[in-house]
């Protein structure tokens, strides 16, 4: 059975930090591409950054862009979200997806999900 799950969410003052990590099992970690998504209530699920399977290429959200780091630990089987310079506008519940055809950059066709992290980030 496949399961991801997310840790790290909180609530933090804007311009703090926080660091997600999505811990899956379950599946063969390193022939999946990670990403990162959010949801904020009211909206629609939005991309925030992917990583393929080579942990080198790394794709990010324009609203992200420079604040935010994704990684992969293939050992651990672990992907993580460094989040830097956080905003208001930031706070959603954020989910991990994996996919073993193409880098999710898209919330559609994704394989698997993870339940959610709420980050706060307060003004």
């Known amino acids: 059975q496949v399961q991801l799950l997310e840790s790290g969410g909180g609530l933090v003052q804007a311009g703090g930090s926080l660091r997600l990590s999505c811990a899956a099992s379950?599946?063969?970690?390193?022939?999946?591409?990670m990403g990162w998504f959010r949801q904020a209530p009211g909206k629609e699920r939005e991309f925030v950054a992917a990583?393929?399977?080579?942990?080198?290429?790394?794709y990010y959200a324009d609203s992200v862009k420079g604040r935010f780091t994704i990684s992969r630990d293939n050992v651990k089987n672990t992907v993580y979200l460094q989040m830097n310079s956080l905003k208001p506008e930031d706070t959603a519940v954020y989910y991990c997806?994996?996919?073993?055809?193409?880098?999710?950059?898209?919330?559609?066709?994704?394989?698997?999900w993870g339940k959610g992290t709420l980050v706060t980030v307060s003004s």
């Open positions: 997806a994996a996919d073993s055809h193409s880098v999710p950059q898209t919330s559609y066709g994704v394989d698997y």
């Open positions: 990583v393929s399977w080579a942990p080198s290429n790394t």
């Open positions: 379950g599946l063969r970690f390193s022939s999946c591409a």
